[in-house]
């Protein structure tokens, strides 16, 4: 099947800096990507939608200066979470629906943040 | 607004035997997919099955069918045969419309633990 691939899938740092987070799709294009978080035993919560060639949609409650979404072609979106803080340690997940298809989504392993 | 209710933080079943896992929504629109996915504690989201709502029989993928009962607003996910494998977080979603562009709202997930 096809792969989404997140790179890295842990990162530690400290309070302050910032952390990029790429998503690959390595078989198959994908105009979109989809950005979720989740903390532990919690359901998946959609921050971000990555269009590439455009500007990403963001969800209410979402800061987008914080979380800077690239879309720099049809097969890599990535993340940049900026002066990042303890409040901001979550597991992070993209997802890419694979333009050919309706009815499939899928998922990159995730990356792991923690901020210090 | 979409939403996804799944009533059953956690369930058990005996190994070989079959298990449903509940899930309801809440939606205005015509047009939407309902998947199905699994997260073992790696924390990857696995794509398992697929329905969309004009889709008039209902989806099975291997050991899993999705009970899809439309009017009142159902998708139950039957696995039979289960096996010690299969014991994992369990998450309902529901996509806006049926292009692969539509945004997902997630229920709260199910922890199924088969049991030897």
């Known amino acids: 099947g096809a792969v989404v691939s997140q790179h890295p899938s842990w990162v530690i740092c400290k309070s302050g800096t910032s952390v990029k987070i790429e998503c690959r799709s390595l078989?198959?294009?994908?105009?979109?990507m989809f950005w979720y978080r989740q903390f532990p035993k919690q359901s998946l919560m959609l921050m971000a939608t990555s269009n590439e060639g455009s500007k990403a949609t963001y969800e209410q409650g979402v800061e987008k200066d914080k979380f800077l979404i690239n879309h720099a072609s049809l097969t890599l979106s990535t993340l940049t979470v900026t002066s990042a803080h303890p409040e901001d340690s979550s597991f992070y997940i993209c997802s890419a629906p694979d333009r050919g298809r309706t009815d499939t989504q899928y998922f990159g392993p995730g990356t792991r943040l923690t901020v210090l | 607004a979409q939403k996804i209710t799944q009533t059953q933080p956690g369930m058990f079943v005996q190994e070989k035997e079959a298990v449903t896992l509940d899930c309801t929504y809440d939606t205005s629109d015509q047009s939407y997919g309902l998947f199905w996915y699994k997260q073992p504690s790696s924390g990857e989201m696995i794509f398992l099955i697929y329905?969309?709502?004009?889709?008039?029989q209902n989806a099975t993928e291997g050991r899993y069918s999705l009970n899809f009962q439309k009017a009142r607003k159902s998708a139950n996910l039957v696995i039979s045969a289960s096996q010690l494998g299969d014991s994992a977080m369990y998450f309902c979603a529901m996509r806006e419309g049926h292009t692969n562009a539509g945004k997902s709202t997630f229920g709260d997930g199910t922890t199924l633990t088969v049991k030897p």
């Open positions: 078989d198959f294009q994908a105009t979109t």
């Open positions: 329905q969309g709502s004009y889709d008039e």
